[in-house]
């Protein structure tokens, strides 16, 4: 199985600020690469999909980035509404494997 | 705007099967080509992908799990559901529901994504 590794294990900001949260898989998985969000009691949301193709309705503040093995997310003007635990999905091979999650919390 | 929801047992014995049922509202779960799938959380863990399926019959299973599993579709209904046996106190988590979409980035060039989950309902195995 391929294993997607999240360093760090959390991360902590300020509204407004840029926060970069990476995500890095155990072999090449070209760009098969998903970021969901999750807040605490409520079910993924997806955010960005084929490492940088922006779900509808999702604001342009996400941004994904990355190919092989090294992906980010970036959250260029942190909101109120974003702290949540962010998780990647690499869709390359069967079993399709999640990160453990980059909680987000408030500094 | 599609909605999924779970329904099932909260609490399973050790040994026994446990059986999830995912109700599809706002689109009919045998139009266009999605999947249908099954995602569990352990406490404090990562997401676990258990499997999806075509409204056909067509499977896809985690091998960690796929002797434990079936799943079925029923298109009368609007519904899937998720069959595991021998449950143990390690499947205790929290079980979504989901469609999964393939969409076309590049000509010929197809990724898949969850793209819209149920609540999750969250099943103990427990004696």
């Known amino acids: 199985d391929i294993q997607m590794t999240q360093p760090p294990s959390s991360l902590s900001a300020s509204v407004g600020d840029k926060v970069t949260i990476t995500c890095r898989a155990s072999?090449?998985?070209?760009?098969?690469l998903n970021w969901y969000q999750q807040k605490p009691g409520k079910a993924p949301k997806l955010l960005i999909f084929?490492?940088?193709h922006l779900q509808s309705g999702v604001p342009s503040r996400f941004t994904g980035s990355g190919t092989g093995t090294d992906f980010a997310l970036t959250i260029t003007s942190l909101q109120p509404e974003d702290f949540a635990t962010y998780s990647c999905?690499?869709?390359?091979?069967?079993?399709?494997?999640f990160g453990q999650g980059t909680p987000v919390d408030i500094k | 705007q599609l909605q999924l929801q779970e329904s099932g047992p909260g609490l399973v014995k050790p040994s026994e099967t446990l059986s999830l049922t995912c109700q599809v509202s706002?689109?009919?779960?045998?139009?266009?080509?999605?999947?249908w799938g099954w995602i569990r959380q352990p406490p404090g863990k990562e997401l676990e992908w258990i499997g999806t399926m075509y409204y056909s019959g067509t499977t896809f299973k985690n091998p960690s799990l796929q002797r434990r599993i079936s799943m079925f579709v029923d298109t009368s209904k609007n519904q899937f559901s998720l069959k595991m046996t021998s449950m143990t106190a390690a499947d205790t988590a929290k079980y979504y529901c989901?469609?999964?979409?393939?969409?076309?980035?590049?000509?010929?060039?197809?990724?898949?994504?969850?793209?819209?989950w149920g609540q999750g309902i969250q099943v103990t195995v427990s004696s």
């Open positions: 999905q690499q869709t390359y091979s069967t079993p399709e494997t």
């Open positions: 084929a490492t940088s």
């Open positions: 989901a469609r999964l979409r393939d969409a076309m980035v590049t000509p010929g060039r197809y990724v898949r994504f969850f793209d819209f």
């Open positions: 706002g689109a009919s779960i045998s139009s266009g080509s999605f999947q």
């Open positions: 072999q090449n998985i070209s760009d098969y």
